[in-house]
Nanobody, 117 residues
């Protein structure tokens, strides 16, 4: 059974950093495209970052470029999102997603990130 469990969210002041984790079970993260999305209050879920299957190709949404880093630890079967220089507009629930080609898409339960002074 595929399961994704996010953690690492919390409250931080503008300019601060957080590292989110997405622990996977039931599959191997290195064989899936792994992504992070976020949803702010009253807004649709939006793409944040993705790391592809074994090739490791990475892309980010424009607002996150230069501030966020997505990476995976295959030994821990976990994907991370390092978030630096956080801004109030980064506030939202962050979700981990796993996608295998055109197959099913799996989501975690989300972790709350709040950036406020």
């Amino acid at each position: 059974q595929v399961q994704l469990v996010e953690s690492g969210g919390g409250s931080v002041q503008p300019g601060g950093s957080l590292r989110l984790s997405c622990a996977a079970s039931g599959f191997t993260v290195s064989t899936y495209a792994m992504s992070w999305y976020r949803q702010a209050p009253g807004r649709e879920r939006e793409f944040v970052a993705r790391i592809s299957r074994p090739g490791g190709w990475i892309n980010y949404a424009d607002p996150m470029k230069g501030r966020f880093i997505i990476f995976r630890d295959n030994a821990k079967n976990t994907v991370y999102l390092q978030m630096n220089s956080l801004k109030p507009e980064d506030t939202g629930v962050y979700y981990c997603n796993a996608q295998y080609g055109s197959g099913p898409s799996y989501w975690g339960q989300g972790t709350q990130v709040t950036v406020s002074s």
